[in-house]
């Protein structure tokens, strides 16, 4: 049976608001098609060899979270490099995120060296962002739940993911989110974020295919309660701190029932 390797970085500490459900969504999409999943978890001071590794995913975790991990990660970042450059798809969420970048500096003032797969810097703020956000990507419009107080800016040349159409992204002015560098994604989408963008689950996972085992397409799913999914979500309102309008999409009426 062909199969992928993802590679989990820090499951213990990086996994806030639902972030375990972006690895279950690969898991399930690669085996609902025929596929084998091995899930190999990174932890803190442990030896891991990435050389196997065919997709790498990290979540998000608190400021104190992320200063213990950097380090470690830092050791890593060789290696990391080298994958991101050999064209490993990557998805990096909100901590990761930060620690992929540049540095991240906490609202303490304490900065953390990241990794430098991405040209942003992060500063932490005593303003958080948070609630629904909508975002124009390669991938189609992506919907997920941002909750961070750290203020991504990328530098010039820089891909970001999307634009914002609903929330805040990066930061509260610039109206971009994420970063893109090869198949590197990173990104402040919470929610878990997969689980309502099919499209952008399935890229990772083709593209991970694709250079691991030539396989050039993807066996269509059916993907109705993960649109209606990201449909519900749009449709909520931001609340009072929110950018952007109350409802990106709210239908009159919904055409599939869930049991």
Known sequence: MTKLRIAHLYPRELNTYGDLGNIITLVKRLEWRGYEAEVLNVERGEPFDFSGADLVFGGGGQDSVQVAMGEDLCRRGEELRQLVSDGVPMLLICGSYQLFGRAF????????????????ETTGSSRRLVGNIAVDSPFGR???FENHSGETVL????????????????????????????????????????????????????????????????????????HLTARVAASRPRGPSGRGPAALHRPNRLHHTAS
Not at 105 to 120: K, L, N
């Open 155 to 226: 530098e010039p040349g820089q891909a970001a993911l999307g634009t914002v159409r609903m929330g805040f992204g990066n930061n509260s002015t610039s109206g971009k989110e994420g970063a893109i560098s090869g198949n590197a994604i990173g990104t402040y989408m919470h929610g878990p974020l997969l689980p309502k963008n099919p499209a952008l689950a399935d890229h990772l996972l083709l593209s991970a295919l694709s250079r691991r085992h030539g396989v050039e397409e993807l066996e269509p799913l059916n993907d109705e309660l993960e």
């Open 105 to 120: 500096t906490t609202v303490a003032r304490r900065v953390v060296p990241g990794i430098g797969v991405f040209g942003a």
């Open 142 to 144: 992506l919907i997920g």
